[in-house]
């Protein structure tokens, strides 16, 4: 029993106060699924890892790192950091992200990020109200895992609603969150995600009002340098681009898998 309240707690998470360069600000992850940093880079560190994420996007070959669906193109580089000295500096040894990171998790130290890429998307050509999203490869509301996964977007330029900004549902990663039977339906996603079943973290558009409130549903938009901190257990999509608009942003991932087993070692079983 107290595993299971243990690792409830988890995936609500507590609210902390984090103490950074004499400030303070309440980590608001716990409550909203996700916390705003802004102007956590400056112009300066900004400009500089455009610029040399430039250079090397005129050296690479693109064809290689560019998807479509149809709905939105991406131009995506894994392991941006160890390409780009300038995204390594002021985005992966950051002070703020790292104690951040740590405090998500729970830990002392921070935990190793799993991945960091560059993404610049721009819009696709097709009309993006014809197809359910289960059906065709389009965007739609989804979590990621069903315990916590740590997601940090830094903005490399300005987003509005018209640059296809990340929305996430506030609070949808709480146990607790939505009526009954939106809590019910998503206890059985996650069951049937442990279980591997295909697509069943996704939600079809014809179904999203079975699992949240669409006013709960938050664009996050932003000024340049500012970073994004998401809890992804909560319902999340990547939204539509409009035509001759684009969003890029740096991603830095942390699954943390060793903290899933530190939570199970608290059953007997796994002992």
Known sequence: MRG????????????TVIQNNGGVYHEEISKKSFYLQKSLLSP??????????????QDIDKTKFYTSNDYNNVLRVADIHEKCLSVKKYVIQSSQINTIASKFFGVDKAPKFDKCSYELKTSGSRDRDIADPLKENVVHFHFDRSYRVFKAIVLLKDIDSVNGPFQIVKGSHLISYGSWPQRLKKYLKYFQQILG????????????????????????TGKAGDVFFVNTGAYHRGSFVDKDREREVIWVYCYNENFLKKILKRFSIFK
């Not at 400009?47 to 090397?56: A, M, P, V």
């Not at 697509?199 to 549903?217: Q, R, T």
């Open 4 to 15: 299971l309240i243990d690792m409830a707690n988890h995936l609500i998470g507590s609210s």
């Open 44 to 57: 300066q560190e900004i400009s500089s890892i455009r610029d040399e994420i430039q250079d090397l996007c």
């Open 197 to 220: 079943f295909k697509n069943c973290h996704k939600i079809a558009w014809s179904e999203e009002k079975k699992y949240f409130d669409k006013s709960d549903v938050v664009s996050l």
